[in-house]
């Protein structure tokens, strides 16, 4: 069964340092989704991407954030200045339904890459 | 803006017992409702979604849930509770233009033997 997949598993960085979490999306998906949770937190909404530009985004994304989808397969989340309250589980989603443009939601989920900055 | 309330934290059932988890939301037109598991370490796995039609959808692992629109619900259920459905229950909206989910603060659920 196609699944997301997510790379690295877990990532260690000191603050300060940029980071680059890639996720590969079910092949034939549309929409990709970046989220995250805070140890013990809510799962929280981050970014959408959808056509190769982001569709819409939280409050939490900043401009230390990016995204990017550098090729046929692959969709990354930049962190570019890490700080503490960065650390967390992020979890990459991929979506395949376009109706008239318009996605009817069911998200699948990777295993999430776990960031810790020290 | 759309939101999810799960009231319960962490609930504790024997295994055998019947369960209900608990979901209100709040979105001004019909919603897509879903719910989500996650084991320990693990990424989040789709029990079962609403989107129209039939108020009481079932799900895997022998899950289902019903809407209620008056209530404003969409409460988890499982009649036979068993060890393995020990893990954390999310449930989520879908909203915006790119229907992303807006979760709830999740149940943590837990199964005496």
């Known amino acids: 069964e196609p699944e997301v997949t997510q790379t690295p598993s877990h990532q260690v960085t000191q603050m300060g340092q940029e980071v680059i979490l890639r996720c590969v999306p079910i092949?034939?998906?549309?929409?990709f989704y970046w989220y995250r949770q805070i140890l013990g937190q809510k799962v929280e909404f981050l970014v959408s991407?959808?056509?190769?530009?982001?569709?819409?985004k939280s409050e939490i994304f900043d401009d230390q954030f990016s995204v990017e989808r550098p090729d046929g397969s692959n969709f990354t989340l930049k962190i570019r200045s890490t700080k503490l309250e960065d650390s967390a589980m992020y979890f990459c989603?991929?979506?395949?339904?376009?109706?008239?443009?318009?996605?009817?939601?069911?998200?699948?989920f990777g295993e999430g890459s776990r960031l810790t900055v020290l | 803006a759309q939101s999810v309330t799960q009231p319960d934290i962490h609930i504790t059932v024997s295994e055998g017992a019947s369960l209900e988890l608990r979901c209100n939301y709040s979105?001004?037109?019909?919603?897509?409702l879903f719910w989500y598991v996650q084991s320990p370490g693990q990424g989040l796995q789709l029990l079962l979604k609403?989107?129209?039609?039939?108020?009481l959808v079932q799900g895997i692992k022998g899950f289902e849930a019903e809407f209620k629109r008056s209530q404003s619900s969409f409460n988890l259920r499982k009649p036979s509770v068993h060890w393995s459905d020990a893990a954390e229950y999310f449930c989520?909206?879908?909203?915006?233009?790119?229907?992303?989910?807006?979760f709830g603060s999740g149940t943590q659920l837990t199964v005496l033997p």
């Open positions: 092949s034939n998906h549309l929409y």
């Open positions: 991407f959808y056509n190769n530009e982001i569709s819409e």
């Open positions: 609403y989107f129209s039609g039939d108020t």
């Open positions: 979105y001004g037109a019909t919603p897509y």
């Open positions: 989603a991929s979506s395949p339904y376009a109706i008239r443009g318009k996605n009817t939601g069911e998200l699948f």
């Open positions: 989520a909206v879908s909203a915006g233009s790119a229907r992303q989910l807006t």
